[in-house]
């Protein structure tokens, strides 16, 4: 059964999380590159999870990385096909070098980006992941993803619940949305509730 809209699922360390995500039919898997960062994920353990999904592609998230440096680091991981960054630098020198393009940006950001800026980076085929530090959005942040979504190709991960995703996703033109994997209690063991319940208020209703 198919999602109604595009989505990733961010920072993925176990395979619970992996195979779960691939059986809903998840578009992205995001893996954590920078070995600072903890949820850094080793080539190893990369291999061991994604070598039990398909149907999904994969994507590496840096946050400071260079983008030298990024071309280095996934050598060791040779499915990644997307690369995600918090810098627009990074990923302006990784055009044309065969990746898709995430722009991880904050909601205090776009309201700085200017239309020419993001038209640029929308020919580019670069995605806004759209993130915010509070819970709930304001008037304030509708109006500035309206005015990014009108140029680009927006997802979000703040402010979505299982009660007002379809709706999000509909008055603010989305083209989806992201959340954030957890971790397991035990090996095999997770808690899933909201991750879930999101992603099944996203199903396609099957038509008989």
Same mark, same amino acid.
């Given at each position: 059964m198919a999602l109604?809209?595009?989505?990733?699922?961010s920072g993925i360390t176990n395979l %619970?999380?992996?195979?779960?995500?691939?059986?809903?039919y998840v578009d992205l898997l995001g893996f954590s590159l920078e070995k600072e960062n903890e949820k850094f994920? %080793?080539?190893?353990e990369y291999s061991e999870i994604t070598g039990w999904v398909s149907g999904l592609e994969f994507v590496g998230e840096f946050e400071t990385y260079t983008s030298e440096?990024?071309?280095?680091?996934?050598?060791?991981?040779?499915?990644?096909?997307?690369?995600?960054?918090?810098?627009?630098e990074a990923l302006e020198?990784?055009?044309?070098k065969g990746f898709g393009l995430l722009y991880k940006m904050g909601l205090e950001e776009v309201r700085q980006i200017e239309n020419e800026v993001a038209?640029?980076?929308?020919?580019?085929?670069?995605?806004?992941?759209?993130? %915010?530090?509070?819970?709930?959005?304001?008037?304030i942040d509708f109006e500035a993803i309206r005015e990014l979504t009108a140029h680009c190709k927006v997802i979000l991960d703040a402010g979505i619940t299982a009660e007002n995703?379809?709706?999000l996703i509909e008055d603010l033109g989305l083209y989806g949305i992201s959340l954030t994997g957890g971790d397991e209690i035990k090996p095999g063991l997770k808690d899933f509730d909201e991750l879930a319940d999101i992603l099944e208020a996203l199903e396609e209703e099957e038509e008989y």
């Open positions: 109604k809209t595009f989505v990733k699922i %619970s999380d992996a195979r779960y995500c691939a059986g809903m994920i %080793s080539p190893e440096q990024i071309l280095e680091v996934v050598k060791a991981y040779p499915t990644v096909k997307w690369i995600e960054h918090d810098r627009l020198d990784l055009e044309g038209e640029r980076l929308s020919s580019m085929g670069v995605i806004f992941h759209l993130t %915010s530090l509070h819970e709930e959005l304001t008037e995703v379809n709706q």
